[in-house]
C-alpha cells in the first residue's frame, strides 16, 4: 500500500514524529469496537458459539449479553478520553513554558 507524500510527512505539532489519530476519532472506534463485541453476545449461531467454548474465545467474545455493560464502557472510555485530555494539555502547558 503506497502512502501519499503529505502522510509520509512529520507532523510538527508532536515534535516531527508520525501524525495522530484526533482524540475523538479514538474514542468513536472504541465505542465501536467495544459495543459492537457486546451486542455480538446477542448472535448464538452455532460456529461463534463454539468459538465461545475456549478461553480465549470466551474472553474475546464473552458469553452474554449485559446491558450495564454498554454503560461501563461509556463510562471507562470517557475517563480514558478525559485523562487523555489532560496528559495533552499539561504537556502543551510545559511546552509553552520552555
Same mark, same amino acid.
Given at each position: 500500500?503506497?502512502r501519499s507524500?503529505?502522510q509520509?510527512?512529520?507532523n510538527?505539532?508532536?515534535?516531527?514524529?508520525p501524525s495522530?489519530?484526533?482524540p475523538? @476519532?479514538? %474514542? &468513536? !472506534?472504541?465505542?465501536?469496537?467495544?459495543?459492537s463485541?457486546?451486542?455480538?453476545?446477542?448472535y448464538h +449461531?452455532?460456529?461463534i458459539?463454539v468459538l465461545?467454548?475456549?478461553?480465549l474465545? @470466551?474472553? %474475546? &467474545? !464473552?458469553?452474554?449479553?449485559?446491558s450495564p455493560?454498554?454503560?461501563?464502557y461509556v463510562?471507562g472510555? +470517557?475517563?480514558?478520553?478525559?485523562?487523555?485530555?489532560l496528559?495533552?494539555?499539561e504537556n502543551?502547558?510545559?511546552?509553552?513554558?520552555?
Open positions: 500500500m503506497s507524500l503529505e509520509m510527512r512529520p510538527q505539532a508532536n515534535g516531527g514524529g495522530r489519530c484526533s475523538a @476519532r479514538i %474514542v &468513536l !472506534g472504541a465505542f465501536c469496537f467495544a459495543w463485541v457486546e451486542f455480538l453476545q446477542l +449461531a452455532h460456529w458459539d465461545r467454548s475456549t478461553r474465545g @470466551r474472553l %474475546v &467474545l !464473552g458469553t452474554s449479553f449485559n455493560d454498554l454503560i461501563a463510562a472510555i +470517557a475517563l480514558g478520553a478525559l485523562a487523555e485530555c496528559y495533552l494539555n502543551q502547558r510545559a511546552d509553552q513554558k520552555v
